[in-house]
């Protein structure tokens, strides 16, 4: 169990990990058996609906975890001694007006949830004090990714039947998106020199660069484009960030072999982990990005 002075990514064994698993799990069950009850106190069924179906979505990781004990005789999950940040946040949704909410955002704020899942138990497996932890925590980092892609699908289901029309956003190529995400970074660390943030967004920068030049050099065989996307998602980076995830798992999905397949998530990790850094932005450094 981990100890008190450790940071709560150090898991000392397999049991910590999937004790930690289903606390994570069992943590959005609640959350959003919670927002599907209020939803219902105030006549909203529909969006009750949508938070039911996440229900249901995260019952189904946590039994995937109570298995996984199961199949390693582990002993049902003991409490925790240090819970890592909380990386449930329903994004003011329990307290919001429901008329300001929808499927779409419900979705998105689902979206967001398990991308910080994601990169927590990358975390994990940077830290790991075993090959075990690495590998288990690598492959929690997987199925995270794999409920990314599934609840993004249905956010982009909910965007399309609550938006009737979308501008193209024209002949753009995997390669020139980048290109353009590079630029805003770069612009953004020249704004914020001398602030913490600066190094690390030229850090993202650069590989944003590099997933470019990759992509001169070897474009994906298969590269589904979203059509229909506002040109707005082109003037900044956040949004850019979002279209780009969204392209990378969609090849990741579709990709004629494994490795292609592999080559579109591991950009698709990245992606997320920038997407991770500027929302931890202040709102002013995230609005300076905007032409």
Not at 74 to 94: C, N
Not at 220 to 247: I, M, N, Q, W
Request: proline content about 3%.
């Amino acid at each position: 169990m981990p100890e008190a002075n450790r940071d709560p990514w150090e898991l000392s064994s397999l049991e910590d990990l999937l004790t930690l698993a289903a606390h994570m799990e069992q943590q959005a069950v609640d959350g959003y058996v919670a927002l599907a009850k209020r939803m219902r106190a105030m006549t909203r069924p529909e969006l009750a609906a949508v938070f039911e179906v996440l229900v249901a979505e995260e019952k189904s990781h946590l039994s995937k975890v109570v298995e996984w004990r199961s199949t390693l005789s582990l002993p049902v999950a003991r409490e925790i001694a240090q819970a890592p940040e909380e990386l449930f946040d329903d994004e003011g949704a329990g307290i919001v007006a429901p008329e300001l909410l929808s499927a779409y955002k419900a979705f998105s704020m689902a979206v967001r949830n398990e991308e910080r899942a994601f990169v927590f138990w990358s975390y994990v497996s940077a830290h790991a004090q075993s090959d075990e932890i690495k590998k288990a925590a690598e492959r929690m980092a997987r199925e995270e990714l794999g409920h990314v892609a599934t609840l993004r699908r249905e956010r982009r289901r909910a965007f399309h039947s609550e938006r009737d029309t979308m501008l193209n956003v024209g002949q753009e190529t995997l390669g020139s998106l980048e290109a353009r995400l590079a630029l805003h970074l770069r612009s953004m660390a020249a704004k914020a020199v001398g602030s913490t943030g600066s190094a690390e967004l030229q850090s993202l920068a650069q590989q944003s660069n590099d997933r470019g030049k990759s992509l001169g050099d070897a474009p994906f065989e298969s590269a589904p484009f979203t059509s229909k996307s506002s040109r707005s998602v082109l003037e900044s980076a956040l949004p850019l960030c979002e279209l780009l995830v969204d392209c990378y798992l969609a090849i990741g999905d579709v990709a004629r072999n494994d490795r292609e397949a592999e080559r579109a998530r591991t950009f698709a990790a990245q992606v997320i982990h920038c997407l991770r850094a500027l929302r931890t932005l202040p709102a002013a450094e995230l609005a300076s990005d905007r032409k």
